[in-house]
């Protein structure tokens, strides 16, 4: 059935206008300012006076159903989507892991079999790689065909994900052949080895010790050492999760300084939550252990005026729940124990608008571009995705800027015990979302069903 909007704010990366838009079937055939002259007879007429109308958010950095550190992350692809979709995004990208001395292809085959008939919106993969070499690479170029034109590499978890430097180099090689964009998680892994090492052996076991082992000048160097290998390599990086100012300098060197293009990411809790999560008393930090963890409020702050002035085009979440009760506790008497990671998928949009646009320092414009353009330009969705326009998917979301709510575990929807943003107060929030012109969420109430959403095959990165 078509859907006919009319009446709403349509907010862009580029424009704000009040607008109708026209829903056929599972695209948007028209934007204008008045479209009753095609409506076709039976269309469903929806009033979003108030309301902004905005393209569905994308969701690059995910993590459901990961087997990781002696357990699993405790959304799978239907309960992780249904949050995402809830919370506005309607597109998310999954890792999918390479074993160590298992292929990449196994990695992906694997990671379909865990998405195809639960996720209820639309999914991509990256592949991270974990272990490099000649079979791998040739790998690759069929994988680029299938779609998958991103992966992952970690500069991080020695003993485990870590790849090296030359490794990494070969990879940007490899990658700039097949128009690929590598995204890294960059922390200099020996260090965090010795440090974690060091205060095991001082007998320092709480959650706070993992903050400390995870230095920002560390998270820095891995920056400046990934922008080095990508700059000798002659292809573009993508940073993910940044979460301080030692990271986001060396990126604005190399955007101003050196001409060499660097993408790069943040999420919600390095923009609103500080280092002091870990200061709770007894355990109560694990629920804020990740990598890389929690920094100061003046990091908050850079993260923003990086986010303002284009030097960070993507806003993620890096959505990796642990229950606090049976998963977070098995390093309760050990920090390097405790599974990385938090609850976030529903939250980003919520919070942004909240925390971001409102206090004043993103527009309503960067709100868009973070959280849904820049990401499907930068990983080959765009126009599919991304924006309101005639041909593009029917993601949308009815956006109310004056909704007010509290977050809670409580009425979140990831499977979690644990909200990492509890009791923050929320001003905005999705009153509907389409995905693929089909109701996802409508009056408070999940209308999608299990297994709705398509893999997206992406195009090469240009």
Known sequence: MAKYIRGGKIITASDTFIGEVLVNGSQIAAVGSDLRGIVPAGAEEIDATGLYVMPGGIDVHTHLDLPFMGTSSSDDFETGTIAAA?????????FAIQEKGRTVTEALNKWHEKAAGKAVTDYGFHVAITDFNDKIASELPGVVRQGVTSFKCFMAYKGSLMIDDGQLFKLLSEARKLGALISLHCENGEIIDVLTKKFLGEGKTSPLYHELAHPAIGEGEATHRSIALSRMAGHPVYVVHMSCEESLKHVRESTLKNNH?????????????????YEK??????????????????????????????????VAT???????SGQKDMGKDCFAKIPNGAPGIEDRLNILHTYGVLEGKISLN??????????ARIFGMYPKKGTIAPGSDADIVLFDPTKE?????????HRCDYSAFEGFRLKGKPAGVLIRGAWALKDGDVKIKRGFGQFLKRDAIK
């Open 366 to 375: 960067q709100f868009v571009e973070v959280t849904a353009t820049n990401p």
């Open 281 to 314: 008393p007894g355990f109560e930090g694990a629920k804020w252990v990740m990598s890389p963890p929690i920094r100061t409020r003046q990091d908050q702050e850079a993260l923003w005026s990086g986010i303002r002035n284009g030097f960070i085009q993507v």
């Open 318 to 324: 890096d959505h990796c729940p642990f229950n606090f």
């Open 261 to 277: 293009k660097v993408f790069a990411e943040t999420c919600p809790q390095y923009l609103v939550l500080d280092r002091s999560v």
């Open 86 to 94: 809830c919370g506005g995004t309607t597109s998310i990208i999954d």
């Open 405 to 413: 709510s509290m977050i809670s575990s409580k009425n979140s929807h």
